[in-house]
């Protein structure tokens, strides 16, 4: 019996892995983005206004480095 019940990952390894990248993604490309001590560094040392800080934060998200996976991403190498 697996547990917990039902299970947190699927049974398939692919779609196991998948799952697992894109929990990867977010725990260490999206999250540290949202870091209380980087937002207050944003707008702290380098003054940088809502609008600003926003901007930044999604000129990284939307860059590829830190926009999760996709299964096509997977398939074209």
Do not use: F
Request: with cysteine.
């Amino acid at each position: 019996m697996t547990y917990p019940e039902p299970a947190l990952l699927p049974t398939d390894i692919k779609c196991r892995a998948e799952v697992r990248a894109l929990a990867l993604d977010i725990a260490c490309d999206i999250h540290p983005l949202n870091n209380l001590r980087v937002l207050q560094y944003l707008t702290g040392p380098l003054a940088l206004n809502e609008q600003q800080k926003l901007a930044w934060i999604a000129t990284l998200v939307n860059n590829r480095v830190y926009r999760p996976r996709t299964a096509s991403d997977a398939n074209s190498g």
